[in-house]
């Protein structure tokens, strides 16, 4: 409805494997240098921070310019697997977009805008294999979301409440429909395991997507730059849904 050509879009879409690359590259980048794991409040002890953290770097430089992209990307999904035993399997699930980004990448590779498109064209992966890549990415954000629903607010009711305690997050009353914190909590709670649901099963995915866009930037004001890096995967994700057509 706004022009968009079948030319226009089949270029986005070849653009598509950038966008998620940079979203993600830039974060995994530079928590690697800080020596945390897929998010600021993860850090392991030394030496194992150093390791992991030089194996963040690797995988962000590898989707950043798009060099040996299928490889990094089981890496990444090894990674997954490795903060399971490392920070644990609730931060891991919390971070489910991250193995999301390795099926993505696997399936997908760095498209045509890439070292490997240059250099290795040999390790495309077949078109049957690519068409998964973007859909199975919408699916690991959508259960992430609904993970972190129970995790953070209807399951651990006592971590919302301490966290609102601090932070002056709920804004009902402001705009004249005041609820006690209990409830905020739960109605926070409930949209957050609404968008995830819908997302992961594709229902109304781009109204969706701008609903979810209001609640990850809640805290934005709160946690600076921190929260925006660590946020920045879900922007990329989330930009890209809201045009990609799940027909195509």
């Not at 045509?112 to 973007?134: M, N, Q, T, V, Y």
């Not at 921190?226 to 995967?233: A, D, T």
Request: aromatic letters at 14%; one cysteine or more; hydrophobic letters at 55%.
């Amino acid at each position: 409805c706004l022009g968009a050509t079948d030319e226009g879009m089949a270029r986005f879409y070849g653009w598509v494997p950038v966008v998620i690359g940079i979203h993600f590259a830039i974060p995994l980048l530079v928590l690697g240098v800080q020596g945390r794991l897929f998010s600021p409040n993860n850090e392991p002890a030394a030496p194992l921070n150093y390791i992991l953290g030089t194996w963040q770097i690797a995988i962000a430089l590898s989707f950043l310019y798009g060099g040996m992209t299928r490889l990094f990307a089981a890496s990444l999904a090894l990674l997954w697997v490795v903060a399971g035993f490392v920070v644990g399997w609730e931060t891991a699930f919390e971070n489910l977009h991250y193995l999301g980004a390795a099926v993505f990448f696997f399936c997908k590779g760095r498209g045509p805008h890439s070292i490997d498109r240059l250099l290795f064209p040999g390790l495309a992966p077949s078109p049957a294999l690519a068409k998964h890549g973007l859909k199975l990415l919408r699916i690991s954000i959508g259960a992430g979301f609904a993970f972190v629903a129970f995790t953070e607010k209807l399951a651990n009711p006592t971590l919302a409440h301490t966290f609102l305690s601090q932070f002056q997050l709920n804004f009902t009353g402001a705009v004249g429909f005041p609820l006690s914190n209990e409830a905020f909590i739960w109605c926070a709670g409930t949209v957050e395991l609404l968008i995830g649901l819908f997302l992961a099963f594709g229902i109304f995915p781009r109204e969706i997507i701008i609903a979810a866009w209001g609640i990850i930037n809640l805290t934005l004001t709160i946690f600076s730059w921190v929260e925006l890096v660590g946020h920045l995967p879900i922007y990329g994700i989330m930009a890209v849904l809201l045009v990609w057509a799940p027909s195509e």
